[in-house]
């Protein structure tokens, strides 16, 4: 009998709250060295990850590195028991983590990576000028559509930007190319647009500058060929190379998240359980849109660990 493959899953932006991770850090000395660490490295995440506050936690500079911290803290733990997956990926900055998973960058590279590459994408465009929906109910191209007529009829950009799947696209750009864009989504039948609670547009044409300055820190940090293979959101294809993993991070930014063919990627390799570590489940409710028969699991609680340490165990 052949078994299902393993995939593990990092979350990105949007997922983090006050005290994520902290009782599995309390417990687990692994995932509280990681946290030591990002504190030593960038002093006062562990208590803005622990404690707050959350308007704090929430500004792009202290959210990008305190989830890459909080995966990473799940990881090591998991790690350290002997669990190895047979693929991994993240969901835009989570994308991130998977690659310390995997071996492609150390923990410390990482997060000075990340915590520039919040700084550029904040630095492309100023606070109040871009905005976030997502469009749920609506077809891929007619979304595409719809960002294409707002575009034209405001001068200014809208495109999608995460492909999640289970009717779910959300699109980014410019403020009034977006409320332009979710108008039109309503009247070609969307069932309903959110304006989300972010202030820099990411994965659209308005974040090629911060592209253009992440490819110059990811050129500083070293190297290594991945251990596992990396399904990346720029091309939902995996690489174990570390040049290709490096230039699917400098397109990312500019370019959609394809989460849903991610998903579809590595269930047709084989994988039948699908395990989000870190705070959240966005990821795991995302994927059980997409593959009802997978088994989802995740972890930031003690609970949770024992349970997904238990059902790699069952799988041997």
């Known amino acids: 009998m052949i078994m299902p493959k393993i995939a593990w899953l990092f979350p990105g932006q949007g997922s983090q709250t006050v005290g994520m991770c902290r009782a599995l850090a309390e417990r687990e000395p692994a995932a509280m060295a ?26 792009t500079e202290w959210t990008q590195p305190a989830l890459l911290t909080a995966g990473a803290a799940v990881w090591q733990t ?61 077809e891929e191209e007619a979304v595409r559509r719809v960002c294409r007529a707002a575009a034209a009829a405001t001068g200014s950009v ?29 009247q070609e039948g969307a069932r309903r647009v959110v304006m989300l609670p972010v202030s820099v547009p990411s994965h659209c044409p308005l974040m090629e500058p911060a592209g253009r300055r992440l490819r110059e820190e990811l050129d500083r940090v070293t190297w290594h060929d991945l251990s596992v293979p990396l399904v990346t959101n720029v091309d939902a294809e995996p690489v174990r190379a570390a ?4 230039e699917a991070l400098v397109r990312q930014l500019a370019n959609p998240v394809r989460w849903e063919a991610s998903i579809l990627r590595m269930t047709a390799d084989g994988v039948g359980m699908f395990v989000e570590l870190g705070p959240g489940r966005v990821l795991t409710g995302l994927v059980k849109r997409i593959v009802k028969e997978a088994r989802l699991l995740s972890v930031e609680r003690p609970e949770e660990m024992d349970a997904v340490v238990q059902a790699c165990s069952e799988r041997g």
């Open 158 to 186: 809208v495109a999608p930007a995460n492909l999640n799947g289970g009717g779910q696209i959300v699109i980014a750009g410019g403020k009034a190319a977006v409320e332009a864009a979710a108008g039109l989504a309503k």
């Open 34 to 59: 990681v946290f030591d660490e990002a504190d030593r490295l960038l002093p006062g995440l562990k208590a803005r990850c622990f404690s707050g506050p959350a308007e704090e936690l929430n500004l």
């Open 78 to 138: 998991l790690h350290r028991r002997g669990l190895r997956p047979d693929l991994v990926a993240g969901h835009s900055l989570g994308e991130y983590t998977a690659l310390v998973a995997a071996g492609a960058l150390s923990f410390e590279a990482a997060l000075r990576v990340v915590r520039q590459r919040a700084l550029f994408m904040q630095d492309a465009v100023p606070q109040g000028l871009g905005l976030m929906a997502a469009v749920l109910g609506l």
């Open 243 to 246: 040049g290709a993993a490096k």
